[in-house]
């Protein structure tokens, strides 16, 4: 059954669980954090703990998904500070693959524990996938309608082809590093080739011929 991730989003008390939270798995990492540690942390005991989650596996995924409308909120202030159309999608994209090394440096979290919370991370997946092609759709339109690249008629198509080739790319790497991946995952290889596809796709109108 999909869990409802919004439940008392706005809740005091579940904030500050959420923000222990990232504290504690930033501090100690994911595997060595227990429910004890954040409780402490927060200042509640275990029963208040499970009233808004189920387990240490809930809390974090909660902590990644706040963090990361966070982020995309700034991740649309800064593309958007970018003068060129195609500078912008660019910096999107491959700031969202950038972004997703950063949690698993931040946290810890091994890829044998990643492989293992694959299942929840596709249950918020949705939640931010929207808005993402949403903005993305939006960055694409204005550059297609000021005539500073080539595009189809439905940019929406191409924004979430786009998006899932960033995962893709993203999630290549994850694949690459093995079991015992190094202190910290390369993601080099994924913004680089993220990079080459919007070179290829977003042609300039001067390159029409």
């Not at 954090?33 to 942390?41: N, V, Y």
């Not at 995924?61 to 700034?74: P, Y």
């Amino acid at each position: 059954m999909r869990r409802d991730w919004t439940l008392m989003k706005d809740n005091p008390k579940r904030d500050l669980i959420l923000q222990a939270g990232s504290e504690c798995f930033a501090r100690f990492g994911y595997d060595k954090t227990t429910l004890d540690d954040i409780g402490k942390r927060a200042g509640l005991n275990k029963a208040s703990l499970y009233y808004y989650f189920k387990n240490k596996e809930e809390i974090f995924i909660a902590v990644v998904l706040s963090e990361t409308e966070a982020f995309i909120a700034d991740l649309r202030k800064k593309a958007l500070s970018y003068p060129a159309p195609a500078e912008q999608v660019r910096f999107f994209l491959t700031e969202r693959i950038r972004r997703y090394s950063e949690v698993i440096h931040l946290t810890r979290l091994s890829v044998e524990h990643l492989q293992k919370l694959e299942p929840l991370f596709d249950e918020v997946y949705q939640e931010t996938k929207a808005s993402e092609v949403s903005f993305l759709t939006e960055l694409l339109a204005a550059g297609r309608d000021s005539g500073a690249f080539h595009l189809p008629d439905q940019p929406e198509m191409v924004a979430e082809r786009l998006f899932e080739l960033s995962d893709a790319l993203k999630h290549d790497c994850v694949r690459a590093a093995g079991r015992f991946p190094g202190a910290e995952m390369d993601f080099s290889s994924a913004i680089a080739g993220m990079d080459f596809w919007v070179n290829l796709i977003l042609l300039p109108a001067s390159a029409k011929g």
